[in-house]
Each structure stands twice: as C-alpha cells, then as structure tokens.
Nanobody, 124 residues
Framework: VQLQASGGGLVQAGGSLRLSCAAS????????MGWFRQAPGNEREFVAA????????YYADSAKGRFTISRDNAKKMGYLQMNSLKPEDTAVYYC??????????????????WGQGTLVTVSS
C-alpha cells in the first residue's frame, strides 16, 4: 500500500491545520492508520492512531484534547485535525499503516507502510 501525506504548512501558535493521508495500491482494507512526527534531532514519536472501524482511537498525551484523528474508508483517506497548535508541535508528520492491528501500538516499527511526511511549522 502506498501512502501520501499532505496538508502541512506554516501556522501561528494557536492556529489549526488538517493533515490528510491518501492510501492506494493493494487491497486497502483492515488496516490501522497512525500519525507520527519527528522534530530535528528527535526520534520519531507517536501522535495518534485509529483502527479500521474508525470508532477506536488512541492519542499521545501531547495530542489529547487538541488533535483529532479520523478516517474515511470509502475514500481511502485518513485525517489529523490539529487545533491549538504550539511551537513544540513543529515537526515532519508522517502517516503510517499496519494491516490487522487491533490495539494501541505506538512503536514505529509496528507500522510497515509509511507516507513521505509533511512539514508542520508553528511559529510563536
């Protein structure tokens, strides 16, 4: 499966962005979608994940209450709505997929498929 992330950009602190992730390729069903981010000099970290049904979601503590993950399986799309952005949210954001995942998984290695990343810059 191929993933294409988009929607990054420059935003002021307190602003909002919506990231999108388009899936294509082999039969794209029954996969969990995750969002990760990586700031310069830091390891890639988990942000949020949503299971195939779309009803079960998981968030990192840093994202709770500000970010919302969702998906539209008919359109083969995933989304990360980010509100109340902070300068520390500045990073390259990646979407990732893992077939058959049915529980919380924050480890990047659990996701075999990755998009190319989209840069989010939050100015103070």
């Amino acid at each position: 499966v191929q993933l294409q992330a988009s929607g990054g950009g420059l935003v002021q602190a307190g602003g909002s962005l919506r990231l999108s992730c388009a899936a294509s390729g082999r039969t794209v069903s029954n996969y969990a979608m995750g969002w990760f981010r990586q700031a310069p000099g830091n390891e890639r970290e988990f942000v949020a994940a949503v299971l195939w049904s779309g009803r079960i979601t998981y968030y990192a503590d840093s994202a709770k209450g500000r970010f919302t993950i969702s998906r539209d399986n008919a359109k083969k799309m995933g989304y990360l709505q980010m509100n109340s952005l902070k300068p520390e949210d500045t990073a390259v954001y990646y979407c990732a997929a893992s077939f058959g995942l049915a529980s919380r998984e924050e480890t990047p290695s659990a996701y075999p498929y990755w998009g190319q990343g989209t840069l989010v810059t939050v100015s103070s």
